[in-house]
């Protein structure tokens, strides 16, 4: 059976993504590896040390940041696919030397590297994504980064749970989730070369030939005069005569550019604020959490496994609408929500902690994170991948999201060094701050954020280029007919670079009114 192009290319975007299956599990691995009996007397006695302790769950996130200083070179250099084959290379190093550590300063080393391969992955996985997609499908496309990373967390959660309720007290109820993680990165390893290289970064390098095979490949069945090709092909050849008049592509251009400061800036922030939504302090410290509320660390585990399935239902959700939806929307939602959430369960932990007898109480409490958990799942989390993935020319946005994503790591390191410090502090009180910034996330999407669903990779420059600072009640703000582009491309209506006719507007004098800014 011949499978047709959009399928064909969602395959091939969803193999690349099995480097976010592992960043799912090692984010939800160390919640029951760090409860282990075997596991605390394995790493001595500064694992008593609350700062040592949090160092093991944060210096993964140290390790994805590192990873950020290499990838841009090596993606612009070597290619999409042969980079994220040294990610996970890496990664397989980090995952094996975790399994057989015999001390703190081991486990250490493994976390760091990786985390190095996993900072690698991760931000390549959504470009690539990018680069191959239709423009109808780039959202489901890049939104699979969540999806993965949410099987990847479902797959800990439960292992994690049975490792501790079959193995309680052995060195397999650490060692054997451990060592499961290293399993997704050898086929992604092994085969991620039979994937066609993105088209966009051949056509960057002068291998116009190459490019155009691999498009046909992706969206015309190998068929390199498909009008679709050859209309892409035109786009792309447009933009990069517009990158060679500007010269060779350079660090500086990303602050020094008006348009692309402004999309590295809302890239930075995007990915600073998903940590602001609480979402790490949750995932990470389970156990310290749910304890206070009166609960047992197995029966906290259960819940977190139960909380994967929600969180799978919620990315699945985002997956199938957010070309209809647009991005501006489920984030937006996602935030308010989230910051909602946050405001019940500081009441909740503030008025029936677990020391009082409420049993009612503590399972609102529960259920309030699980409400939390979809809204983030289906909203915030694989947009803040897919939109800064999506908003930058092809010239800088290997660059540019390596910049982007290290607001991620940083701002996910800080968490998780944090939180509990500040659980032992203050309690209840720190889930203030995420109730805040939910509803402050939520504002600045509002108001600065330009839709992008539907339209082109070649237009972003234009796109951001026209659209003004405030972009809230602006056409601007609107999510665009979806199959609009594609349309425009087989027809071979478009114009490289041209948002005149891409605006929707909701009536003539709103247009005019536009025109005559």
Not at 278 to 305: H, N
């Amino acid at each position: 059976m011949v499978l047709s192009p959009k399928v064909y290319t969602w395959l091939c975007g969803l193999f690349a993504s099995l480097g976010s299956i592992i960043f799912g599990y090692d984010l939800g691995v160390i919640a029951g590896v760090l409860s282990a009996s075997d596991f605390v007397a394995t790493m001595g006695p500064d694992f008593d040390n609350p700062n040592l302790e949090g160092l093991i769950t944060s210096i993964l996130l140290l390790g994805c940041f590192a990873g950020m200083f290499p990838v841009a070179w090596f993606a612009d250099t070597l290619g999409r696919r042969k980079t994220i084959q040294i990610g996970a290379l890496v990664y397989i190093l980090g995952g094996a030397l975790q399994t057989g550590a015999q001390n703190i300063s081991m486990m250490w080393a493994g976390r760091f590297f990786a985390g190095f391969g996993i900072g690698i992955m991760a931000d390549l996985a959504p470009l690539y994504q990018a680069e191959i997609a239709h423009p109808s499908i780039r959202g489901r496309l890049t939104t699979l980064q969540q999806f993965m990373l949410g099987i990847g967390a479902f797959a800990a959660s439960w292992i994690t749970f049975g490792s501790s309720a079959g193995l309680k007290h052995s060195q397999a109820e650490w060692r054997l989730p451990l060592g499961i993680q290293i399993i997704p990165a050898v086929p992604l390893f092994a085969f991620i070369l039979l994937l066609p290289e993105s088209p966009r970064w051949l056509a960057e390098k002068g291998r116009m030939d190459e490019a155009a095979k691999n498009l046909a490949k992706l969206h015309a069945h190998g068929n390199v005069d498909d009008p679709f090709v050859q209309a892409q092909l035109e786009d792309i050849k447009a933009e990069i005569l517009k990158s060679k008049e500007i010269g060779s592509a350079s660090w500086s251009e990303l602050f020094k550019v008006p348009s692309n400061f402004r999309r590295v800036s809302l890239g930075y922030i995007l990915q600073f604020s998903v940590q602001m939504t609480g979402v790490s302090a949750i995932q990470y410290y389970s156990t310290t959490i749910f304890t206070t509320m009166g609960f047992t660390a197995t029966r906290v585990l259960l819940f977190q496994s139960i909380n994967s399935v929600i969180a799978l239902i919620g990315e699945a959700c985002c997956v199938i609408w957010v070309d209809n939806t647009g991005r501006r929307l489920p984030l937006i939602l996602g935030n308010v929500v989230s910051g909602l959430s946050f405001v019940v369960g500081a009441i909740l932990m503030a008025r029936w902690p677990g020391t009082v007898n409420n049993n009612a109480a503590h399972y609102i409490f529960i259920i309030t994170t699980w409400i939390f958990n979809f809204f983030f799942s289906a909203c915030i989390g694989p947009l803040s991948w897919a939109y800064p993935a999506e908003i930058y020319s092809t010239r800088t946005r290997a660059k540019a999201t390596a910049l982007t994503s290290s607001a991620s790591w940083l701002s996910n390191f800080f968490i998780a060094q944090v939180t509990p410090i500040a659980f032992t502090h203050i309690g209840w009180k720190f889930y203030l701050v995420f109730a805040i910034c939910g509803h402050t996330n939520a504002l600045f999407v509002w108001a600065f954020f330009p839709e992008t669903s539907g339209r082109r990779l070649e237009e972003m420059d234009t796109l951001f280029e026209d659209a003004p600072m405030f972009v809230a009640n602006t056409p601007y703000a609107k999510v665009q007919d979806r199959l609009l582009a594609e349309k425009e491309l087989r027809e071979g209506t478009f114009v490289p670079g041209d948002l005149s006719e891409r605006v929707v507007y909701a009536s003539d004098e709103e247009k005019g009114s536009h025109e005559h800014m």
